[in-house]
C-alpha cells in the first residue's frame, strides 16, 4: 500500500465577525442561549467580493507554501462544499483557473458539512495515481442563510470560510492510516437545500442520526486500525452542535 501523508494545513476566513448578541437581537433570545445549544461564540460572514472559489484560492495558496509546493507539483484538486453558486461548473473549475493549474483533474464533492471529510477521503485515493491532491473545504453559507424564510436555528449554525490540505503519495509527519465513509438517503429531506428555496433543517432528526452514526462510524475505523479507543489522544469532529459532541464522547 502507498505511503499517505498530509500537509499545508491551512484556512481562510472573511474578516466580517457576527457575534452571538447581534444574532440574540435579530430574533429575539439571549445570546447564552446560543451559546448554550450549539457551543458557539461567533462565526465569520462573507464580503460582497468573496465566494467559495477566492475563499478556497487564499486557503489553498497558503497551503502550497506550507507544503513548499507550486501549483504546477499538483496532480488534482478537489473541493468539498454545499453553497456552489451556481450548478455547474463547480468551486474546483473556478479554483484550478485561479490557481493557473491547467490540465490535471478538478473535481467537486456537492455535500454541505461532511464535504470536506468525503473530499479528504477521496483524495486519497486519487494521489497514489496523480499525485499530490489539493484538498478544500469551502462554504458561503451566509447568502444561503439570506434567503428567507431565515430562522434561529440555522442561522446560529451556520457560518463562511474555508479550509485545506495537501494529500501526498508519500511518507510525512503526518500519516493518513484509513478513512471511512457512508451515507443514508434515508433521511435526504432532514437538511436540504432546495435549487429555488430556503435552507430546511429538521434538527431533532438531524442530531439523533449524528450522534448514533458518528459512535458507530468512529469505534469501527478504530478498531478496524487494530486500536482500542483508549489509544487515541485526540478526538477532532465536526462541530456543528456542542450537545452532540457530549452526547458523542
Known sequence: MTDLSLTGFAHALPERI?????????????????????????????????TPATLAHRAALLSLERAGLSPKDLGAIVVGSGSGPRR????????QKLLGAPGIPALDVPLASVGGLFALALAADLAPRYGPVLVVGS??????????????????LFGDGAGSCIVLPSSGPHTLVDARM????????????????????????????????????????????????????LFVFHQANSNLLRQVA
Open 88 to 95: 455547474f461548473p463547480g468551486i474546483s473549475a473556478s479554483l
Open 182 to 233: 457512508a451515507s443514508d438517503g434515508t433521511y435526504e429531506d432532514d437538511l436540504a437545500l432546495p435549487l429555488d428555496g430556503a435552507l430546511a433543517m429538521n434538527g431533532r432528526q438531524v442530531i439523533l442520526q449524528a450522534n448514533r452514526k458518528l459512535q458507530a462510524a468512529t469505534t469501527d475505523l478504530v478498531s478496524r486500525s487494530g486500536l482500542t479507543l483508549d489509544d487515541i489522544g
Open 139 to 156: 462554504e458561503v453559507m451566509s447568502r444561503v442563510l439570506a434567503i428567507p424564510p431565515r430562522v434561529k436555528e440555522t442561522a446560529i
Open 18 to 50: 457576527v457575534t452571538n448578541a447581534e444574532l440574540a437581537a435579530e430574533f429575539a433570545v439571549e445570546a447564552s442561549w446560543i451559546r448554550d445549544v450549539s457551543g458557539i461564540e461567533e462565526r465569520r460572514y462573507a464580503a460582497d467580493g468573496d
